[in-house]
């Protein structure tokens, strides 16, 4: 007998958990804490998993002095496309508006459930700091303090700038630190692969939850919110490639998106841009891209690029702050854009990774993680579609630096 995938376990799951609340309505809430406990075990392993998984990735990079011009490029070129495709998301999600639709008394009893929360969100962006002052906070005065306070941006910030020193110091000292982090990084995945076993059950108990509480006039939004991720990823992948290759690279889109359709196709299958990897780079190759520049930047996009989950986090934290009436004014969309630029190495290459980088924004933001659970069973269609687009931005990346290059040195 076949084997059930936990992609489609998890859709069943969220099936049986809608079935459920119809049927049994209030009743059901009596499974709510299953679902509790599943939340926790995501929230519990975040911090341990990005501090160590992106010390370790920034390690790996090697010698920071020998990356040099090809490595500038590259990095600015991600940084670009990436804050674009967060823009793009942004924009969609703020126009669309794919979270409202509720009724008043729907949002009014979802904001009471979660109040103390929704309050926390709510002061935290009524605080209104200026752009220096998110930027001076993102630099901890206590290590100690911003692990205990679970504050990511600062998390983040450390976990890079001790990567970047292990890289500076004698390769004689780092190595065993690099091999303990190693280790550290398989237990933390580990530990995901055994929470992600639960997530049928979790999401099971937290959707019939949610509808049993609060009936089906929650499950038109997530319609709204699947096509307004699936067009925002459409749109910055037709628009923003097509331009980058045509522009900067020098070829035809028609003629790039032909020579990388296998590796677009294992990226769909798989929703793995490391499955994908030695795919994409024969298919560069294939397009006159040479070996020295595909082998250094498809790589490290596949590790830092992630595009796709960029837009897709964005959608997704305002889509869950509309559905419990939380307002994200200016620095809360900065915020966003942030966090998603520097979780973007951190996630690389985690199983379930757009749902741990979502988990961070929202922890950032003070947005009740309890709405993840609203759009776990579509992750797995999102999962394949954005990671597409992350690999297609790792090959349109090696043609532009390609060009660039060359040209620079004509």
Not at 44 to 65: E, H, N, Q, R, Y
Not at 128 to 142: A, M, R
């Amino acid at each position: 007998m076949k084997k059930i995938k936990l992609h489609t376990k998890i859709f069943l799951g969220l099936i049986l958990g809608i079935v459920a609340g119809i049927v049994f309505g209030e009743k059901v809430l009596v499974i709510e804490p299953i679902g509790t406990i599943f939340l926790h075990l995501i929230t519990m392993i975040v911090v341990p998993l990005v501090f160590v998984s992106l010390m370790l990735g920034t390690a790996s990079l090697g010698d920071v002095k020998k990356l040099g011009r090809i490595g500038a490029k590259t990095a600015v070129y991600f940084v670009i496309t990436t804050v674009i495709a967060i823009v793009i998301g942004l924009f969609l999600a703020n126009t669309v508006q794919p979270g409202k639709g509720l009724s008043q008394d729907v949002q009014d009893q979802l904001y009471q459930n979660y109040e103390e929360k929704a309050q926390a969100g709510l002061q935290h962006m009524e605080e209104k700091p200026s752009l220096i002052e998110v930027i001076v906070d993102i630099v901890p005065e206590n290590p100690v303090r911003a692990f205990i306070d679970g504050n990511m941006l600062q998390i983040i910030f450390m976990a890079l700038l001790f990567g970047i020193v292990l890289t500076l110091i004698k390769k004689e000292k780092s190595k065993l630190i690099i091999k303990v982090l190693d280790g550290l990084n398989d237990i933390f995945i580990q530990v995901v692969h055994i929470v992600m076993k639960l997530a049928p059950y979790g999401v099971l108990a937290l959707s019939a939850a949610v509808v049993g509480q609060f009936g089906t006039d929650i499950l038109v939004t997530l319609l709204k919110y699947s096509l307004v991720v699936l067009g925002g990823l459409v749109l910055y992948t037709l628009s923003v490639n097509s331009l980058t290759v045509s522009l900067l690279g020098r070829i035809s889109p028609m003629r790039f998106f032909k020579a990388v359709k296998d590796a677009i196709i294992i990226a769909f299958s798989t929703s793995s841009s490391m499955a994908t990897l030695p795919v994409a780079m024969d298919n560069v190759e294939g397009l006159g891209i040479k070996r020295e520049y595909s082998s250094f930047v498809i790589p490290l996009g596949s590790t830092v690029n992630m595009d796709g989950t960029a837009l897709y986090q964005g959608v997704s934290a305002v889509f869950i702050a509309q559905i419990y009436g939380i307002q994200l004014g200016i620095t809360g969309q900065v915020t966003i854009v942030l966090m998603a630029v520097l979780s973007s190495i951190g996630a690389a290459g985690v199983p379930m990774a757009g749902i741990i980088a979502l988990a961070l924004v929202l922890k950032q933001l003070g947005i009740p993680l309890e709405g993840i659970a609203l759009i776990l069973g579509v992750e797995r269609l999102l999962d394949m579609v954005r990671t597409s687009t992350n690999v297609i931005g790792n090959m349109a990346c090696s043609v532009v630096i390609q060009q660039l290059e060359e040209k620079g040195n004509k």
